[in-house]
Protein backbone atom coordinates (compact mmCIF):
# COMPACT_ATOMS: atom_id res chain seq x y z
CA UNK A 1 0.00 0.00 0.00
CA UNK A 2 1.71 3.29 -1.07
CA UNK A 3 1.39 6.07 0.63
CA UNK A 4 -0.61 9.09 0.41
CA UNK A 5 1.15 11.73 -1.45
CA UNK A 6 1.87 15.16 0.18
CA UNK A 7 4.51 18.19 -0.44
CA UNK A 8 7.34 17.84 1.71
CA UNK A 9 7.00 21.40 2.53
CA UNK A 10 5.18 24.52 2.29
CA UNK A 11 5.12 28.47 4.01
CA UNK A 12 3.19 31.28 4.63
CA UNK A 13 3.26 34.25 6.70
CA UNK A 14 0.96 35.25 9.46
CA UNK A 15 -2.68 35.71 8.36
CA UNK A 16 -2.23 34.33 5.02
CA UNK A 17 -4.18 30.95 3.94
CA UNK A 18 -2.31 27.93 2.80
CA UNK A 19 -3.44 24.46 1.30
CA UNK A 20 -2.09 21.54 1.55
CA UNK A 21 -2.69 18.83 -0.87
CA UNK A 22 -2.78 15.06 -0.58
CA UNK A 23 -3.20 12.83 -3.47
CA UNK A 24 -4.15 8.94 -3.30
CA UNK A 25 -6.19 6.93 -6.06
CA UNK A 26 -9.51 5.80 -6.51
CA UNK A 27 -9.08 2.47 -4.42
CA UNK A 28 -8.73 5.27 -1.33
CA UNK A 29 -9.45 8.84 -1.14
CA UNK A 30 -11.15 8.92 -4.62
CA UNK A 31 -13.57 6.09 -3.33
CA UNK A 32 -14.52 6.88 0.55
CA UNK A 33 -15.22 10.17 2.39
CA UNK A 34 -13.06 8.99 5.33
CA UNK A 35 -10.16 11.48 5.09
CA UNK A 36 -8.74 13.06 8.19
CA UNK A 37 -6.29 15.01 8.79
CA UNK A 38 -3.52 15.62 11.64
CA UNK A 39 -0.97 18.16 13.14
CA UNK A 40 2.06 17.05 14.62
CA UNK A 41 4.40 19.70 16.69
CA UNK A 42 8.17 17.72 17.59
CA UNK A 43 7.92 16.04 20.26
CA UNK A 44 4.17 15.36 20.68
CA UNK A 45 1.48 13.06 19.33
CA UNK A 46 -0.59 13.70 16.53
CA UNK A 47 -4.04 15.91 16.85
CA UNK A 48 -6.78 15.16 14.74
CA UNK A 49 -7.61 18.24 12.56
CA UNK A 50 -10.26 17.23 10.60
CA UNK A 51 -12.26 13.74 9.81
CA UNK A 52 -14.67 12.31 7.20
CA UNK A 53 -13.02 15.17 4.68
CA UNK A 54 -14.27 18.77 6.17
CA UNK A 55 -15.51 17.95 9.65
CA UNK A 56 -13.76 19.42 12.21
CA UNK A 57 -13.79 17.60 16.08
CA UNK A 58 -15.19 19.90 18.60
CA UNK A 59 -12.34 22.07 20.42
CA UNK A 60 -10.47 22.92 16.16
CA UNK A 61 -10.28 26.32 15.41
CA UNK A 62 -12.65 27.07 12.44
CA UNK A 63 -9.60 28.56 10.58
CA UNK A 64 -8.94 24.87 9.66
CA UNK A 65 -10.93 23.30 6.79
CA UNK A 66 -10.90 20.35 4.66
CA UNK A 67 -12.09 19.41 1.03
CA UNK A 68 -11.66 16.99 -1.59
CA UNK A 69 -12.36 16.64 -5.34
CA UNK A 70 -11.82 13.09 -7.24
CA UNK A 71 -9.01 11.84 -6.05
CA UNK A 72 -7.44 14.22 -4.22
CA UNK A 73 -8.07 15.95 -0.79
CA UNK A 74 -6.82 18.91 0.75
CA UNK A 75 -6.32 21.03 4.26
CA UNK A 76 -6.42 24.53 3.74
CA UNK A 77 -5.58 27.06 7.06
CA UNK A 78 -6.64 30.62 7.16
CA UNK A 79 -5.60 33.69 9.34
CA UNK A 80 -1.82 31.28 9.75
CA UNK A 81 -0.70 31.57 12.85
CA UNK A 82 2.66 30.90 14.74
CA UNK A 83 1.41 27.88 16.58
CA UNK A 84 0.11 26.58 13.27
CA UNK A 85 3.59 25.46 12.30
CA UNK A 86 3.84 21.66 12.55
CA UNK A 87 3.81 18.88 10.71
CA UNK A 88 0.50 18.11 9.26
CA UNK A 89 -0.78 14.33 7.36
CA UNK A 90 -3.81 12.83 5.38
CA UNK A 91 -5.09 9.54 6.06
CA UNK A 92 -7.74 7.67 3.96
CA UNK A 93 -9.74 3.99 4.49
CA UNK A 94 -9.16 2.03 1.52
CA UNK A 95 -10.29 -0.57 -0.26
CA UNK A 96 -8.68 -3.04 1.46
CA UNK A 97 -9.81 -2.30 4.65
CA UNK A 98 -6.76 -0.52 5.80
CA UNK A 99 -5.87 3.05 6.45
CA UNK A 100 -2.85 4.89 4.61
CA UNK A 101 -1.23 8.02 5.63
CA UNK A 102 0.74 10.52 3.44
CA UNK A 103 4.04 11.37 4.04
CA UNK A 104 3.63 14.44 5.66
CA UNK A 105 3.78 18.00 5.15
CA UNK A 106 6.05 20.34 7.16
CA UNK A 107 4.59 23.71 7.57
CA UNK A 108 7.08 27.00 8.45
CA UNK A 109 5.28 30.13 9.91
CA UNK A 110 7.42 32.71 8.54
CA UNK B 1 -9.43 13.04 31.21
CA UNK B 2 -10.02 10.99 28.18
CA UNK B 3 -6.22 8.90 28.37
CA UNK B 4 -4.00 6.61 26.66
CA UNK B 5 -1.02 5.22 28.23
CA UNK B 6 1.00 3.09 26.19
CA UNK B 7 3.97 0.71 27.82
CA UNK B 8 6.29 -2.27 26.58
CA UNK B 9 8.51 -0.64 24.41
CA UNK B 10 12.27 -1.47 24.86
CA UNK B 11 15.54 -2.44 23.44
CA UNK B 12 15.28 -6.14 21.15
CA UNK B 13 17.40 -8.00 18.83
CA UNK B 14 16.69 -8.93 15.10
CA UNK B 15 14.23 -11.71 15.01
CA UNK B 16 13.06 -11.20 18.76
CA UNK B 17 9.34 -10.23 19.99
CA UNK B 18 8.17 -7.46 22.51
CA UNK B 19 4.13 -7.32 23.66
CA UNK B 20 3.30 -3.82 23.92
CA UNK B 21 -0.02 -2.27 25.84
CA UNK B 22 -2.19 0.55 25.75
CA UNK B 23 -4.34 1.23 28.88
CA UNK B 24 -7.39 3.60 28.46
CA UNK B 25 -9.18 5.54 31.17
CA UNK B 26 -12.32 7.31 31.67
CA UNK B 27 -14.47 6.29 28.43
CA UNK B 28 -16.45 3.31 27.53
CA UNK B 29 -13.70 1.18 25.91
CA UNK B 30 -15.32 -1.62 24.66
CA UNK B 31 -17.43 0.58 22.32
CA UNK B 32 -14.48 2.27 20.26
CA UNK B 33 -12.20 0.82 17.73
CA UNK B 34 -8.62 0.93 18.67
CA UNK B 35 -5.63 1.33 16.52
CA UNK B 36 -1.81 1.38 16.67
CA UNK B 37 0.43 3.65 14.21
CA UNK B 38 3.99 3.83 14.20
CA UNK B 39 6.46 6.50 13.33
CA UNK B 40 9.70 5.86 12.52
CA UNK B 41 13.01 8.56 13.92
CA UNK B 42 12.56 11.53 11.38
CA UNK B 43 9.90 9.70 9.51
CA UNK B 44 6.02 10.07 8.96
CA UNK B 45 3.10 8.50 10.19
CA UNK B 46 2.24 4.55 9.35
CA UNK B 47 -0.69 2.92 10.37
CA UNK B 48 -0.03 -0.69 11.41
CA UNK B 49 -3.11 -2.26 12.75
CA UNK B 50 -6.72 -1.57 13.82
CA UNK B 51 -9.37 -3.96 16.19
CA UNK B 52 -12.93 -3.52 16.76
CA UNK B 53 -14.43 -2.41 19.58
CA UNK B 54 -15.49 -6.64 20.38
CA UNK B 55 -12.68 -7.33 19.19
CA UNK B 56 -13.87 -9.66 16.66
CA UNK B 57 -12.47 -8.19 13.44
CA UNK B 58 -8.75 -7.11 13.12
CA UNK B 59 -6.75 -5.75 10.07
CA UNK B 60 -2.93 -4.93 9.72
CA UNK B 61 -0.49 -3.66 7.16
CA UNK B 62 1.05 -5.46 4.60
CA UNK B 63 4.31 -4.54 6.78
CA UNK B 64 3.54 -6.31 9.63
CA UNK B 65 0.58 -8.85 8.80
CA UNK B 66 2.08 -12.28 9.78
CA UNK B 67 4.40 -10.86 12.48
CA UNK B 68 2.08 -8.71 14.85
CA UNK B 69 -0.92 -9.53 16.08
CA UNK B 70 -3.59 -7.13 17.69
CA UNK B 71 -5.68 -7.64 20.89
CA UNK B 72 -7.80 -6.56 23.74
CA UNK B 73 -8.85 -7.01 26.84
CA UNK B 74 -12.28 -5.32 27.44
CA UNK B 75 -12.84 -6.25 31.04
CA UNK B 76 -9.29 -4.52 31.88
CA UNK B 77 -9.86 -2.10 29.67
CA UNK B 78 -6.16 -2.59 27.79
CA UNK B 79 -5.22 -2.64 24.28
CA UNK B 80 -2.43 -5.43 23.08
CA UNK B 81 0.11 -5.29 20.30
CA UNK B 82 2.38 -8.44 20.36
CA UNK B 83 5.30 -8.07 17.96
CA UNK B 84 6.76 -11.15 16.76
CA UNK B 85 10.06 -11.94 13.77
CA UNK B 86 10.60 -8.22 14.81
CA UNK B 87 12.75 -6.46 11.80
CA UNK B 88 15.18 -3.38 12.18
CA UNK B 89 12.86 -1.30 9.92
CA UNK B 90 10.00 -1.89 12.81
CA UNK B 91 11.77 0.72 15.13
CA UNK B 92 9.77 3.50 16.12
CA UNK B 93 7.34 5.03 18.44
CA UNK B 94 4.56 3.37 18.82
CA UNK B 95 0.93 5.04 19.11
CA UNK B 96 -2.02 3.60 20.19
CA UNK B 97 -4.72 5.46 19.10
CA UNK B 98 -9.09 5.51 19.90
CA UNK B 99 -11.36 5.93 16.83
CA UNK B 100 -13.18 9.41 16.78
CA UNK B 101 -16.73 9.04 18.57
CA UNK B 102 -18.44 10.68 14.88
CA UNK B 103 -21.63 12.75 16.08
CA UNK B 104 -24.57 10.72 15.61
CA UNK B 105 -23.12 7.11 14.89
CA UNK B 106 -23.10 4.62 17.50
CA UNK B 107 -20.61 2.27 16.38
CA UNK B 108 -16.95 3.88 16.14
CA UNK B 109 -14.99 2.61 13.30
CA UNK B 110 -11.34 2.96 13.19
CA UNK B 111 -11.50 4.68 9.69
CA UNK B 112 -13.40 7.18 11.15
CA UNK B 113 -9.69 8.99 12.01
CA UNK B 114 -8.53 8.83 16.09
CA UNK B 115 -8.83 11.23 18.17
CA UNK B 116 -7.42 10.50 21.17
CA UNK B 117 -3.74 9.55 21.31
CA UNK B 118 -1.20 7.60 23.76
CA UNK B 119 2.28 9.22 24.30
CA UNK B 120 3.78 6.75 22.17
CA UNK B 121 6.38 4.18 23.38
CA UNK B 122 9.68 3.39 21.54
CA UNK B 123 10.86 0.09 20.31
CA UNK B 124 14.34 -0.59 18.65
CA UNK B 125 15.20 -3.41 17.42
CA UNK B 126 18.96 -3.65 16.79
CA UNK B 127 21.77 -6.12 17.61
Known amino acids: QSALTQPASVSGSPGQSISISCTGT?????????VSWYQQHPGQAPKLMIY???NRPSGVSNRFSGSKSGNMASLTISGLQAEDEADYYC??????????FGGGTRLTVL | EVQLVASGGGLVQPGGSLRLSCAAS????????MSWVRQAPGKGLEWVSS????????YYADSVKGRFTISRDNSNNTLYLQMNSLRAEDTAVYYC????????????????????WGQGTTVTVSS
Open chain 1, 91 to 100: SSYTRRSTVV
Open chain 2, 51 to 58: ISGSGGST
Open chain 2, 97 to 116: ARAYPVPGTTNYYYYYGMDV
Open chain 2, 26 to 33: RFTFSSYA
Open chain 1, 26 to 34: SRDVGYYNY
Open chain 1, 52 to 54: EVS
